[in-house]
């Protein structure tokens, strides 16, 4: 079955820049989208389709894919961007959609 | 605009049957389909299946096979999942979630948006 991969942790100063990672066989050739989750909430999503933003999510947030990794980008992080971040593909192999295990963004 | 509200939280013995409800509002309800993703305590998202408002289709995640049924009630815009035979590994929180492209069966969709999410608690 496919698996992707994040790294549990991500800590930024604020202002700063913050790359989380999304690992996974060939995930360049698949559609990858990103939530965010802040405590007691329901997901959010802040990319679709590798690096296309829903209306409302600030410019900070973007996307990219290629290869085996696909990366969400936080620029000019600010405290309430504090949450954990979870990469979706559909895996055609399997018929199912995977998420990664999430990651933990800690702005210090 | 767009919204999903579910049920309230349940609180069930193992073995007993729970269903969750959830009514979506400020769109064409049979035009996107519907997730439902579920998040035990201090745990990641786990996908348990998909169902097309339009024409009820499903694709139900292979682990849930046999113990889970998605419908909806397109006269109350409603979408439900019921899941059987509950052991204490099935208490998480329940979301519905909304497909993102309603040209796209569930199939490299993503989600948007998620309802607020209803607590299911199995213990004897």
């Known amino acids: 079955s496919y698996v992707l991969t994040q790294p549990p942790s991500v800590s930024v100063a604020p202002g700063q820049t913050a790359r989380i990672t999304c690992g996974g066989n060939?995930?360049?050739?698949?559609?990858v989208h990103w939530y965010q989750q802040k405590p007691g909430q329901a997901p959010v999503l802040v990319v679709y389709?590798?690096?296309d933003r829903p209306s409302g999510i600030p410019e900070r947030f973007s996307g990219s894919n290629s290869g085996n990794t696909a990366t969400l980008t936080i620029s000019r992080v600010e405290a309430g961007d504090e949450a954990d971040y979870y990469c979706?593909?559909?895996?055609?192999?399997?018929?199912?959609?995977?998420f990664g295990g999430g990651t933990k963004l800690t702005v210090l | 605009q767009v919204q999903l509200v579910q049920s309230g939280a349940e609180v069930k013995k193992p073995g007993a049957s729970v269903k969750v409800s959830c009514k979506a509002s400020?769109?064409?309800?049979?035009?996107?389909?519907i997730s439902w993703v579920r998040q035990a305590p201090g745990q990641g998202l786990e996908w348990m299946g998909w169902?097309?408002?339009?024409?009820?289709?499903?694709n139900y995640a292979q682990k849930l096979q046999g113990r889970v049924t998605m419908t909806t009630d397109t006269s109350t815009s409603t979408a439900y999942m019921e899941l059987r035979s509950l052991r204490s590994d099935d208490t998480a929180v329940y979301y519905c979630?909304?497909?993102?492209?309603?040209?796209?069966?569930?199939?490299?969709?993503?989600?948007?948006?998620w309802g607020q999410g209803t607590l299911v608690t199995v213990s004897s």
């Open positions: 979630a909304r497909a993102g492209n309603p040209s796209l069966a569930v199939a490299n969709n993503w989600f948007d948006p």
């Open positions: 400020g769109y064409t309800f049979t035009s996107y389909g």
């Open positions: 169902i097309s408002a339009y024409n009820g289709n499903t």
């Open positions: 060939n995930i360049g050739s698949k559609s």
């Open positions: 389709d590798d690096s």
């Open positions: 979706q593909v559909w895996d055609s192999s399997s018929d199912r959609v995977v």
